[in-house]
Structures are given as structure tokens and as C-alpha cells.
């Protein structure tokens, strides 16, 4: 991808399927193509840190210190993080959702 090209990336429910040695390369390709104050908006079921194949989908599952280590050594600045879906108890928001700047 074009180095400072976009002003922002939407990935939703996609980065847990790159394996967790791959991620940090994933992850600097995507902080290059965005533009100084760039934003990353990622939203991916959260877990205790494991990768695991089920069935023939693959899935790489962190909690949010896990998933801060993977984006601030990418050089991201975390803007916020939220659980989804909004107004369940955590234990029934699966999915850890959280936006960065570059």
C-alpha cells in the first residue's frame, strides 16, 4: 500500500485472523499508509490472549493489554476502547473495539 495515503482504516472483525507472528509486520504496513494523525478503528472478539483454529477459521483472540502491547509497539497512540455490545453486562460483550492514531 501507498506510504501516507489514507486518512483512515476501518477494520472491523478482520486483524484477529492474522496469526500473531505476522501482526506487528500487518500492523507497521498499516501505520505507514495512513497519514500523519491517521485513524485505525479496530473491532475483534476479545479473549485471553491464544490463537486457535476452529474448523477451518483461524482466530487470534487478546485482551486489551494483549492487544495495546501488539498496537503501541506498531507506534499507535490509543485514542479509546469501548466492549460491544453496548449496555451488556462484560461478561456478554464480546467484542473489544478500540480506535488509534498514527
Known sequence: ???NAFDGIFANA???H???H???????????????NGILFSSNPRGNNE??????RFG????????????????FTEIEHYYR?????IEQQPWLASVWKK
Open 85 to 89: 455490545p453496548n449496555g451488556l453486562p
Open 14 to 16: 478482520s486483524l484477529f
Open 22 to 36: 505476522l501482526l506487528p509486520k500487518v500492523l507497521g504496513d498499516l501505520w505507514a499508509c495512513l497519514k500523519p
Open 18 to 20: 492474522i496469526p500473531n
Open 60 to 75: 487470534s483472540y487478546h485482551d486489551l493489554a494483549g492487544w495495546r502491547s501488539f498496537m503501541t509497539n506498531a507506534k
Open 1 to 3: 500500500m501507498p506510504e
Open 51 to 56: 490463537e486457535s483454529w476452529y474448523g477451518d
